[in-house]
């Protein structure tokens, strides 16, 4: 079965910290793309950052780091340096190969940063 | 348009009643999904459109539950018979047709059925 599990329903973080939001998965397809997505109280969903299977590097953007363990099945978003406006709902989901276009969701982190 | 738009933003509605859900894509993009988010929840694969591919209907959570969409543009959800437990937020999204390709979402519309 194709799943996305995200363990930590709220996590608190001091501004200017990093903070490591978990993120596994279960597929059994060899190809596929993971993403992470930003949902503020406003209820936007904001595309923060991709990394592909066949990728071998981690995907960087900005503040945003995707550490990509294949091997483990995880791929735990890092946002270094954290600001109050990061505080939303963070979302990991997955789009097998073999799935089209299908992407599936987890059910979310919320994140506090603390001043 | 610029992005991805939804319309009503709010929907009220009696139980037992049907509803329609619009959603505009950007222009270009191929792909279009539906969600649908419970309150404090994640968001749940409803259906996507691919071009003139069969849609993937597989999450769909009943046969009240239908989509539409014509050609690359507009899509329509409709829920027949609408149930409490059909509150929620119904989210829309778009992407090219790219596997790594983001998904661009639009604002949602709120339904509540009384």
């Known amino acids: 079965a194709q799943k996305i599990t995200q363990t930590q329903p709220g996590m608190f973080v001091q501004e200017k910290e990093a903070v490591t939001l978990d993120c596994t998965y279960d597929t059994s397809d060899q190809s596929y793309g993971l993403f992470w997505y930003k949902q503020p109280s406003s209820g936007e969903m904001i595309f923060l950052i991709y990394?592909?299977?066949?990728?071998?590097q981690n995907a960087t953007e900005g503040r945003y780091s995707l550490n990509f363990q294949k091997a483990r099945k995880s791929a735990n978003l890092v946002i270094s340096a954290s600001q109050l406006g990061d505080s939303a709902m963070y979302f990991c989901?997955?789009?097998?190969?073999?799935?089209?276009?299908?992407?599936?969701f987890g059910a979310g982190t919320r994140l506090f940063v603390k001043a | 348009g610029a992005g991805v738009s939804q319309s009503p933003s709010n929907k009220v509605t009696e139980k037992g009643k049907d509803v329609e859900l619009r959603c505009d894509p950007i222009s270009g993009h191929t792909a279009l999904y539906w969600y649908r988010q419970r309150l404090g929840q994640g968001l749940e694969f409803l259906i996507y459109?691919?071009?003139?591919?069969?849609?993937?209907k597989s999450g769909l959570p009943s046969d009240r539950f239908s989509a539409e969409r014509t050609g690359e543009s507009v899509s329509t959800l409709t829920i027949q018979r609408t149930q409490q437990e059909d509150s929620a937020v119904y989210l829309c999204a778009s992407s090219l047709a790219s596997f790594g390709g983001e998904q661009f979402f639009g604002p949602g519309t709120r339904l509540t059925v009384l």
């Open positions: 459109f691919q071009g003139n591919s069969a849609p993937d």
């Open positions: 990394q592909g299977s066949y990728d071998e």
């Open positions: 989901a997955m789009r097998p190969y073999t799935g089209g276009f299908k992407t599936i």
